[in-house]
């Protein structure tokens, strides 16, 4: 999620249980020296370990005046559960560029074993001026077998006064020795109406757009805000306009040219052919559910367009023509030819 979001655990919608713990956990002191935060992308890992950051480091609380500690014997005095976010530590962690708050990210496709070996050598140093240092490990899953293990000498001897939180989709991808000394926290998939609530307020799309971007994002925001920024309503329009998916009675009519065109490109990028079956595998649904329940379709912004469409192929057709969408989609995840698969896709869908 967005750095410039972060505030306090409040920001963080649709994460009642984890926040829960986290927060209970800072009234008590008993903190881990590792965490593994657990969920799909774009769902607030990120953005819950960096307020858990400013949590256990915020100036603005004062003195302890019981003296409570964290993390063991460590003289940790923030008395509160939830950040400041205004005082000077809160505000660096917010920019990003507080010294003490690190993130070991994949370089590729992996966490290759120098950037831990550049960890270690951080770790050995004291602090610079955190009260815990915060050391975020995005994407754990990509750790390589070499960086693994030397990950897990930092988990067997924890450096003082040094928290680490994992990030990663599942735990079943990751060495369960690494795992087993981390406190997991599992982070569900966000709701649609925060989604939505999150699309409006950061990538400043109207009620319409952010209602279609919430639906598709099967629960990640990042991935609504990647496909609001990647043109994906531009995309809706030239995919539904350029073969008659907008006019389905009419794609028969096409010459086989014009469809072997259409497939090559949509045959640029794998990543951009499967987004682009799905967006027209839930426009052909939306025809079928627009004749029995209106309300529940993806594409609010089209009624117009979904209702004229729908009237134009009877629904077992349209049934017919879901899943030769669904199995090019199929298809393309074992691998094979890419076009091949969207060109018989096309073909196919000329003569439903
Ligand atoms: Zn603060």
């Known amino acids: 999620m967005i750095c410039s979001s972060v505030s306090g655990f409040e920001s963080i919608l649709s994460q009642k249980r ?3 713990i986290l927060t209970r ?14 969920g799909m992308e774009g769902v607030g890992k990120r953005l819950t370990a960096l307020t858990f950051a400013m949590a256990v480091n915020c100036e603005g609380h004062g003195e302890d005046p019981l003296g409570n500690s964290r993390m063991g014997s460590d003289p940790i005095r923030s008395s509160k559960d939830t950040p400041c976010g205004r005082c000077r530590s809160c505000n660096k962690i917010k920019a990003g560029s507080h010294p003490d708050v690190l993130t070991v990210a994949p370089e590729g496709s992996m966490i290759k074993i120098q950037q831990i070996r550049n960890l270690i050598r951080t770790l050995t140093l004291k602090p610079y001026e955190a009260r ?3 050391v975020i490990i995005s994407q754990s899953h990509t750790l390589n077998p070499a960086a693994g293990n030397a990950l897990l000498k930092i988990l067997e001897e924890p450096p003082d006064r040094t928290l ?3 990030t990663a989709p ?17 982070f569900n998939p966000l709701s649609r109406e925060h989604i939505k609530l999150l699309l409006e307020k950061n990538a400043n799309l109207d009620e319409g757009k952010a209602d279609v971007l919430s639906t598709m994002a099967s629960g990640s925001f990042s991935r609504a805000l990647t496909r609001s920024r990647a043109n994906w309503i531009h995309r809706r329009q030239w995919l539904l306009s350029s073969v008659c998916f907008d006019r ?10 014009t469809l072997l065109a259409f497939s090559e490109k949509l045959a640029v990028n794998k ?35 979904i209702q004229s469409a729908s ?42």
């Open 271 to 305: 990543d951009t052919a499967t987004a682009s079956l799905e967006i027209l595998a839930v426009w052909l649904r939306d025809l079928i559910v627009w004749r029995y329940r209106p309300r529940s379709i993806v594409n609010q912004d089209l009624k117009n367009e």
């Open 164 to 166: 680490l939180i994992l």
């Open 170 to 186: 599942q735990t079943g991808d990751i060495l369960p020795t690494i795992v087993s000394r981390c406190r997991p926290i599992r």
């Open 248 to 257: 389905p009675d009419q794609m028969q009519a096409l010459s086989v040219r």
């Open 18 to 20: 984890p926040v829960k």
């Open 132 to 134: 815990v240092r915060v």
């Open 311 to 352: 009237e134009k192929k009877p629904v077992a057709q349209l049934y017919k023509m879901i899943e030769i969408v669904l199995q090019a989609e199929r298809d393309i995840r074992t691998n094979m030819n890419l076009r091949l698969c969207l060109d018989m896709m096309m073909l196919n869908l000329s003569e439903v």
């Open 25 to 38: 956990l800072l009234e008590t002191g008993k903190i881990p020296h590792a965490f593994i935060f657990t």
